[in-house]
């Protein structure tokens, strides 16, 4: 049995739109290839108000420098010296 494809961020838009616009569950779970249930629990675990979009801190670490810490870590290497090859 496959798996049902995920909410993603298309479908989230169009939900909203359509939440947003009056549409009732089953109109909004037929337009984006849902069941009733899914679009109820979506909008019940939201309050029924969109998210605000996640946007990363200027200042948080990137991906790629986790990643370099980690690895440097690993290897032994202490945070001073993990910086300063960072910096360099």
């Known amino acids: 049995m496959a798996h049902p494809e995920p909410m993603n961020d298309y479908r989230k838009a169009m ?3 359509l939440w947003k ?3 009732s569950m089953g109109e909004i779970a037929r337009s984006i290839d849902k069941t009733p249930a899914t ?3 979506y909008l019940q675990y939201h ?3 969109r998210p605000h979009k996640r946007v990363r801190a200027s200042v948080a670490l990137t ?3 986790r990643e370099e810490i980690s690895r440097g870590l690993s290897a032994g290497h202490s945070i001073r010296s993990i910086r300063s090859l960072m910096i360099a």
């Open 15 to 17: 939900l909203w739109q």
């Open 21 to 23: 616009g009056g549409s």
């Open 39 to 41: 679009v109820f629990s």
């Open 47 to 49: 309050g029924g108000i």
């Open 63 to 65: 991906f790629r420098e």
